[in-house]
């Protein structure tokens, strides 16, 4: 079975700043990948996924996420943070394997900014 | 409609009562998920509809928790003689895509529920 890490529970960063939020998974062959953002009383929405080619995926509100096989990772970055950035930030992977439809997410890191 | 919609928004009961929280996917969407959301603990896996196949129910806590989804749209989730450790927020999702792993969900906003 899949697994995620999101080894930060919670980031603080000044607005301007870069940002790079950290994600490991563990899975045993080329897994689908996410990134969602859940701001206060919302529910989650899709920042951007990788299921293959180019490993550097390009997503809304100006973020990327680089996907490295040999490290498990799929960190999330953005050069230069907003206020309205703050939230809480999921990494998810899905299993690429037949009959596995589930999700399994990350426990989310929190982003507090500071003006 | 235009997007995942879920009721109640926020509901308090008393331990032991039965709850029923209803999900109303994006028209079309075919695959539905149940998750739920505890504070510190991530999105935890509850249910998957696909179709007209049989759910998948592994990860149902209990048999407290059941689940439905009539016509291949509405969804809903219920927990009976409800605990204090289900107090948490339920979020429900849904998908256009059936192919295994690559869903990308819709979410709703979720129904918080508080159980005293």
């Known amino acids: 079975a899949q697994s995620v890490t999101q080894p930060d529970i919670h980031i603080t960063v000044s607005e301007g700043a870069s940002l790079e939020l950290r994600c490991n998974y563990s899975y045993g062959a080329t897994p689908y990948l996410f990134w969602y953002v859940q701001s206060p009383g919302q529910g989650l929405q899709l920042l951007l996924k990788y299921f293959s080619g180019d490993t550097l995926v390009q997503g809304i509100k100006g973020f990327e996420a680089e996907f490295k096989r040999s490290q498990s990772s799929f960190n999330l970055r953005k050069p230069s943070v907003h206020w309205s950035d703050a939230a809480e930030y999921f990494c998810a992977v899905g299993a690429a394997g037949a009959g596995s439809y589930q999700l399994t997410f990350g426990k989310g890191t929190k982003l507090s900014v500071i003006p | 409609g235009a997007g995942v919609s879920q009721s109640p928004s926020n509901k308090v009961t008393e331990k032991g009562k039965d709850v029923e929280l209803r999900c109303d996917p994006i028209s079309g969407h075919t695959a539905l998920y149940w998750y739920r959301q505890s504070l510190g603990q991530g999105l935890e896996f509850l249910i998957y509809?696909?179709?007209?196949?049989?759910?998948?129910k592994s990860g149902l806590p209990s048999d407290r928790f059941s689940a439905e989804r009539t016509g291949g749209s509405v969804s809903t989730l219920t927990i009976q003689r409800t605990q204090q450790e289900d107090s948490a927020v339920y979020l429900c999702?849904?998908?256009?895509?059936?192919?295994?792993?690559?869903?990308?969900?819709?979410f709703g906003a979720g129904s918080r529920l508080t159980v005293l």
């Open positions: 999702a849904s998908s256009w895509s059936d192919r295994a792993g690559a869903n990308v969900l819709t």
């Open positions: 509809f696909q179709g007209n196949s049989a759910p998948d």
